[in-house]
């Protein structure tokens, strides 16, 4: 029985191991499991806190605090308290010293003389179950990278770090270290925070078995450094159980370099494996039919001097749909520095409009450009409410708010914490946006319910998720019952009389000035 058999099936998870040929070890349902069931918590065999990161999260226990001490050697590692200092002491020391003589270390490194540095530390205790022997059965890099990683400089300099430090009690020969950087390159997973920004890099033995899916049934969450994995489907026994490796917003294209780039294998899910221009995906990345406002599919490499649209004889040339991508690309990158580097909100919307005035109609309403230019229009207008006092922009901001939820519903699964995220993000935006009271709160109860099934219940996210969304219902209940009130109030008096009109008051004066 393998060591993840082992914890599995001792910590209760329904997840058996199976292994093929084409697959490798993979995993699947042990048993049936409803759609918001915690399937996998575990902790990593060694963990670090990313560049840029360090003065914002714990070194230990990676959690965001206001107020970090900085190691008094190092000066590069940062902790929330002491305790978190001497836990993690055993694993920084043999990064301290060198960072203590001034030279810098990039989170690669760091991890893997983490790692080393554990794995020395059970061979000294002659640890013969679980620990480094767990990572030792997962699987390496197809490709044979030993020679050029034997000869890299990266591979002499942690040699030569791990075999001077007086950290560690037995040399590290080359072949070692060239094991576990393969190892390491193909089974780490990003330690993401609640805005699915990625904090930190660990290894999970047990969680490294699940395969990738671009239509994945399972998500998974932090809790620190504890990874937790949630179904996001009802899966019955014997189902394939998935996470996606990527972010699934994006286009084939962007999807299948990252996965070879940073994996090594080329995916081949039921979204990827359909032709371009037969699939979801051709949709990403299509221009509108100028005769039907169809998808014309504009593929990576195109075949043909003119791409026809799907559903008509319309056309377009080649050179005329290359030169519509680049500008409107161009458009969405000066508008997306405005805003995000150089903080110019005003510069952010006049640009997010233009590009938005000119393309919708030009590319199709799905592709993704022009959906990420409307996601990010929609958060500049939140960021400047001056920008809604203009009824123009408001109807437009209606209009565009909701082929987001649209664009959302088409390209996202039912639960995922993407959609928990942008939901939340523009929240009241998209409540104003649904016509009825009912439909808005159909909406909150959608996005309360994602949280519930995404997250776990002590997650921080999904109960300021769930709160945001419980009060807005209130106010919602509120508002219709005052609405339900009025009718009753007015029949249950005298109607009141018209208001007078200027004619009518004319009258009067002239009669009592008869009077007179």
């Not at 928990?420 to 909150?444: H, M, R």
């Amino acid at each position: 029985m393998s060591f993840a058999t082992q914890f599995y099936a001792q910590h209760s998870f329904p997840l058996s191991v199976k292994q093929s040929d084409e697959r490798g070890r993979y995993l699947t349902a042990s048993s049936a499991v409803p759609v918001g069931t915690t399937i996998l918590e575990a902790q990593p065999y060694t963990w670090v806190v990313l560049d840029g990161q360090q003065a914002k999260f714990c070194s230990f226990c990676v959690h965001k605090k206001d107020k970090l001490s900085a190691c008094s050697a190092c000066k590069f590692a940062h902790y929330c308290s002491p305790e978190c200092q001497k836990q993690d002491w055993p694993d920084h020391k043999g990064e301290c010293k060198s960072m203590a003589n001034g030279q810098a270390l990039p989170s690669q490194i760091r991890f893997l003389l983490r790692l080393l540095m554990r794995r020395d530390r059970e061979i000294k205790k002659n640890i013969t179950e679980g620990g480094y022997k767990e990572l030792d059965q997962l699987q390496e890099i197809e490709k044979d990278v030993e020679a050029d990683l034997k000869s890299s400089v990266l591979t002499v300099g942690v040699g030569m770090m791990i075999n001077t430090s007086g950290a560690y009690s037995n040399p590290i020969d080359h072949e070692t270290i060239c094991h576990y950087m393969k190892l390491v390159e193909c089974n780490s997973h990003g330690i993401r925070d609640e805005k699915l920004m990625t904090i930190g890099k660990a290894i999970y033995p047990h969680a490294s078995l699940f395969n990738h899916s671009c239509i994945p049934n399972c998500t998974w969450s932090f809790d620190g450094t504890k990874i937790i994995v949630r179904s996001t489907v009802d899966l019955k026994e014997g189902d394939e159980v998935c996470i996606s490796y990527v972010d699934h917003t994006f286009s084939r294209v962007p999807r299948q370099k990252f996965l070879k780039e940073n994996y090594h294998f080329e995916c081949r899910c039921p979204r990827c494996s359909p032709p371009l221009e037969n699939s979801l995906d051709g949709l990403l990345v299509a221009l509108s039919c100028p005769l039907c406002r169809g998808p014309v599919v504009l593929e990576d490499e195109p075949k043909a001097d003119e791409l026809k649209c799907s559903k008509c004889e319309g056309k377009i040339s080649i050179d005329k749909a290359k030169d519509i991508q680049s500008k409107s690309q161009g458009l969405y990158d000066h508008a997306y520095s405005a805003f995000f580097s150089h903080n110019n909100t005003t510069e952010a919307l006049v640009v997010f409009e233009k590009l938005l005035n000119e393309y919708s109609g030009v590319l199709h309403d799905m592709n993704h450009l022009l959906h990420r230019a409307r996601m990010q229009w929609l958060g500049v207008c939140c960021a400047l409410p001056s920008a809604l006092n203009d009824s123009t922009r408001l109807a437009s901001v209606q209009r565009n708010a909701n082929l987001c939820l649209d664009w959302l519903d088409t390209f996202i699964p039912t639960y995922d914490p993407m959609k928990v995220l942008i939901w939340f993000g523009t929240l009241t935006l998209f409540v104003q946006c649904k016509p009825s009271i009912d439909a808005k709160t159909e909406f909150l109860e959608k996005v309360k319910k994602n949280a519930e099934v995404c997250y776990p219940p002590r997650n921080a996210f999904r109960i300021q998720v769930i709160v945001a969304c419980d009060r807005m219902k209130l106010q919602l209940q509120d508002k219709s019952t005052q609405q339900a009130a009025r009718p009753a109030t007015t029949s249950a008096t005298t109607k009141p009389s018209a208001a007078p009109t200027p004619s009518s008051t004319k009258a009067k004066s002239k009669q009592k000035r008869g009077n007179k």
